[in-house]
């Protein structure tokens, strides 16, 4: 018979996204032969990730400082507080930082407009980034949702606010992916990409 | 193990695990089914971005031994990706779909309510389609379906529904003054709302304006949350976002 704690610890692994009963079982025993430091060392990590990381109250991104303090991101004085990128997820957020490309701000609404989930926007942080239009100069958002339905929807719907407050509301580009093939992209990509053309 | 072909739109997707996708296709042949698009959110080139609601594409599919087949891949007939320029378009275009998700029955073809809703989200895509049409698009879809509400003359006898006349989803729609007693559960309904729609479902084509357009969706809403047993969630979202 398994010892109750295994089960336990199974139980809890396999709550995990994308993770079955028999990957948490593999987890398990793999945490109970390795040395106990690492069990350990894994349960304080998990313990202090709940306790320390919070959302920035400004812009909620992720952010391990006190209580009612603001991220990394707000706090940076290099970064140019007059341009600020709205993303659906910290993920997102995490992908543009790696372009090491923009050095504005951001702004996570922790989810997308969703009308078949019934998602609305009171269920995501777009009060708040109204009420950021108020006390900092704020000149241009960009609105980097993902190109799909509900990513559309909500850029849509952020513009309706943002216009008529003056200020700037640009999308990402959409088209063909860097090392695409014209002759598998669908159609909807190709009009995009032919109604966002460059002048050479 | 039977490969098949058939036409259909996308009704909705909700994504399974890292990579996979279950999508709900409303197919022409085959009423509406379940397919397991395996690889849909990693393969670019596979469903190459169609496999999002409201999608009209063939689909080819593979019968499996549980109630949802497998999606092998898909040509898009039509992406209808103008919708996505306007708020109240894609608001309009997901209520018809989640409207048709839930009057669609699995393994039951129904060609009327297909062309219904290719032509409404036609109508969508070319910009040609006001909130007036939403409402008539309502009226065709659950007259096809069998839940056609009756707004004239008084579903119980036969009579004209007059100057004071009642809405009652359970006894199919509008009763007049003298029924009204045998109706507890039925709300007052203004005569002119009452004569609006029942053009509409008549065949005519004149836009409504706001006022009568708002109290015929609270008609509608009433009579599908009965007849549906919940109220559906993008006539939510199109509250909130102040469309109709
Ligand atoms: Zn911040
Ligand atoms: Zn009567």
Partial sequence: MTPDAINRLVAQLAKLPGIGEKSAQRLAFHVLRSPPEYARALAAALIEVVDRVKLCSRCFSLHDGPEGTFCGFCNDPRRDERLVCVVEGIADEMAIERTREFKGRYHVLHGVLSPLEGVGPEQLRIKELILRMQDTPIEEVIVATNPDVEGEATALYLTRLLKPIGVKVSRLAQGIPMGGDLEYADQATLARALAARRDL | MERFADEALVLGTVDFGDADRIVTLFTRGHGRLSAFAAGARKSKKRFAGALEAGTHLTARLVTTHGDTCRLDG?????????????????????????????????????????????????????????????????????????FMPHFSPCALCGQPTGDRPRFDPEHGGVVCAACAPRVPRGVAARPEVVDALARLQAGERKPLPPELRARSRELLNLFIAHHLGRKLKSVEFMEQVGTD
């Fill in chain 2, 74 to 146: 898909v040509d898009v007939i039509r992406s209808f990706h103008h919708v996505r320029d306007d708020l109240a378009h894609i608001a309009r275009a997901l209520y018809c779909l989640e409207l048709c998700r839930e009057l669609s029955r699995d393994n039951q073809p129904n060609d009327a309510l297909f062309d219904a809703l290719v032509h409404y989200l036609g109508l969508l895509d070319d910009k040609k389609a006001g909130p007036t049409s939403l409402i008539k698009f309502e009226l065709d879809a659950l007259q096809y379906t069998g």
